[in-house]
């Protein structure tokens, strides 16, 4: 789909004559004064990257391309009129700017289903791993695994120009992407299906295709996985998925390498790995009170207890956001409008409606709101999908379409390695006029 490729390099070719014109031109204006408070936070705050795809608005949520999540599902083309939104269309929009047609997503996903073909050996090196490593460990090491696959790193040894790099970029990308249902897949029937695997049916769409290839080909779990790929596809630069694969492409690694680092800082508890935590400490919860319907009172408690052990609540807070993530609202109204009274959907409320004044009576949480990962997991183990181990795996795979456009920018523009400064303890302390440094720090 050679147009896909020319009309993103004709629309983004402007934005690259914009960039150089910037750092020609205003390099030296300051645009921000940096606190310590800010080098001791993890750099909240600290304007230091460029991402075009989507951003992050503290008080609203998410946009991508400045569009909304509502507003998205309104807009993006879907396979039927009250289905879920293509995520292929997303990954256009990010690409491209521009709301796609119908016809232009359909080629997507002809494009990503001819391009979907996974070499044996990535096989091999999923199971030459023992069943007990985490599906995150395979997933990052399948990705790791279709490095031989890079035609960027053949290009670039091949020593071309590096006005070029950004081609071979959009190569590996589109071809990595295609091929994450099918390594994913592979994975969750590898461990939970006994390796009873399920090949890919190239007349489906790329999420579609994904719930097929997990053997859960009912229209209600393409719905949902359609959902999820579009809303967990983005979250602006600074998240540490999106930034890891930003700073390992930097050095020029190939996009497969960025990606499968990437993946690893989605593995922390901190980030992706929240949405299987949200579940497996409800089920601590549920044991603990031994009661699967627990009251508000008893929700209380056992929050408070959390918190007493110095541990976080799963799903709640953000690095960003002040208010309840509209992703979580996304996934509540499809929730209300599929699903009628389910066990774990109305725990996962009640915890919404008791969760975030205890946060707020703590004082040194910023946001008490939900997360997207606080309700993603019990509409995955709704349809059928309990093994939540597995659930990063699947935020994974929608996080490609994001950051994976963003390195494609990212080549494109030429961005140079990135190299922030470090100092030692004792620097802070000297700007700060502490005095004598009696520490030795
Ligand atoms: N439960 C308990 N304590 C929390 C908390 C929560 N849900 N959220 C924040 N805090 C604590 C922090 O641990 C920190 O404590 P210390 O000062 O003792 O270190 C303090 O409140 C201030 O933190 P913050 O500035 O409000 O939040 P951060 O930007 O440091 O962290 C996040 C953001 C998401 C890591 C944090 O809210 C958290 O740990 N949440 C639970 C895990 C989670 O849901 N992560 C998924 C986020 C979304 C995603 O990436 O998928």
Known sequence: MEYIKNRFYQKASKCVAEYNKLKKDHADKVIANVTIGQVMTGMKGVPSLITDTSKLDPNEGIRFRGYSI??????????????EPLPEGLFY????????????????????????????????????????????????????????????????????????????????????????????????RRNFHNGDHIEPDPRLDWAGNLAHMMGHDSDEVKRLLRLYTVIHADHEGGNVSAHTTHLVGSALSNPYYAFS??????????????????????????????????????????????????????????????????????????????????????????????????????????NPWPNVDAFSGSLLYHYGITEYSFYTVLFGVSRALGVLASLVFDRLYGLPIERPASFQLH???NLANEGEDVSGC
């Open 93 to 188: 929009l990010m690409l491209i700017g521009e709301i796609p047609t119908r016809d232009d997503v359909l080629n997507i996903s002809k494009d990503w289903a001819t391009r979907s073909y996974v070499p044996q050996h990535v096989f091999d090196a999923i199971d030459a791993l023992p069943l007990t490593s985490k599906p995150m460990t395979q997933f990052s090491t399948a990705i790791l695994a279709m490095a031989t696959e890079s035609i960027f790193q053949k290009a670039y040894r091949a020593g071309v120009h590096k006005k070029y790099y950004w081609d071979t970029t959009y190569e590996d990308v589109m071809n990595l992407i295609a091929r994450l249902p099918r390594v994913a897949a592979y994975i969750y």
């Open 70 to 83: 509502p507003e998205l599902r309104e807009k993006l083309p879907r396979l039927n009129p009250d289905g």
């Open 427 to 429: 620097h802070y302390r």
């Open 261 to 366: 680092a990437g993946m690893l800082g989605l593995a922390g508890p901190l980030h992706g790995y929240a949405n299987q935590d949200v579940i497996h400490w409800i089920f601590e919860m549920i044991q603990y009170l031994d009661n699967d319907d627990p009251s508000k009172e008893d929700i209380a408690e056992y929050v408070k207890k959390t918190l007493a052990e110095g541990r976080v609540i799963p799903g709640y807070g953000h690095a960003v956001l002040r208010v309840t993530d509209p992703r979580f609202d996304a996934q509540q109204k499809f929730a209300e409008k599929y699903i009628k009274d389910d066990g774990l959907i109305n725990i996962v409320n009640r915890l919404y409606e008791v969760v975030p004044p205890i946060l707020g009576s703590v004082g040194k949480i910023k």
